[in-house]
């Protein structure tokens, strides 16, 4: 059975342009978490999507957005780049979304802002 | 807000020794405690989860304790080998179904 994949593994990009990362969950799995793991603050949650509508979001500005297609394939997408946004972005999934389902990441997308 | 500290940030022990990595949490009402392990530049891989209704989790030479009244986890690795060496990362859930995480241990396991 194929782990949580996610695409690109490596981006580099500069300020003030876009990118969208995308994540497959494990088949079967409905709903996809982001989170943010920087040296500083560590892991943070940006939000969990479930059935295409976005349940919680994290304490990111609005620049972050996401979404959830039809066969659970999330992308995230952050907008206006700034120098801050470099980190490690981990998806992670989960069979049915509920808190005490077990939560499986993916290998992360690597995002260098210069 | 739910916070979770992981003492020590890192430690070094010779091959062969018992690893002790301990995990406290501020908010007793989760659901759930998993452990993950992270190597460098990596994702996470989930170790082990507890439900908040158990008490210790076990696989293989890892095994987990949780007493949720406390608010205190500890992860034992017994015989620590070279590859064990990594960040190890605990995490619980709450009601908002989000993982809330401590910094890590990191784990050199000398040969």
């Known amino acids: 059975k194929a782990g949580v994949t996610q695409t690109p593994r490596y981006l580099i990009k500069t300020r003030g342009q876009q990118v969208t990362l995308s994540c497959s969950p494990i088949?079967?799995?409905?709903?996809v978490s982001w989170y943010q793991q920087t040296p500083g603050q560590g892991l943070q949650f940006l939000f969990e999507?479930?059935?295409?509508?976005?349940?919680n979001k994290g304490n990111f500005p609005g620049r972050f957005s996401g979404r959830q297609f039809s066969n659970s394939r999330s992308e995230m997408n952050v907008s206006t780049l700034e120098l801050g946004d470099s980190a490690l972005y981990l998806c992670?999934?989960?069979?049915?979304?509920?808190?005490?389902?077990?939560?499986?990441f993916g290998p992360g997308t690597r995002l260098t802002v210069l | 807000k739910q916070e979770v500290t992981q003492i020590p940030a890192a430690l070094s022990v010779p091959e062969g020794e018992n690893l002790v990595l301990n995990c406290s949490f501020t908010?007793?009402?989760?659901?759930?405690l998993q452990w993950f392990r992270q190597d460098p530049g990596k994702g996470l891989t989930s170790l082990l989860l507890?439900?908040?209704?158990?008490r210790e989790q076990t696989s293989g030479r890892l095994n987990a304790s949780l007493d949720k009244s406390s608010g205190r986890s500890t992860l034992y690795i017994a015989a620590s080998q070279p590859g064990d060496s990594a960040t190890y990362l605990c995490?619980?859930?709450?009601?908002?179904?989000?993982?809330?995480f401590g910094k890590g241990n990191q784990v050199v396991v000398i040969p």
């Open positions: 995490a619980v859930i709450g009601g908002n179904n989000r993982l809330a």
């Open positions: 908010d007793s009402a989760i659901y759930n």
């Open positions: 088949s079967g799995h409905r709903s």
């Open positions: 992670a999934s989960s069979i049915a979304g509920q808190e005490y389902n077990e939560q499986f």
């Open positions: 999507y479930f059935s295409e509508t976005q349940r």
């Open positions: 507890i439900q908040s209704s158990q």
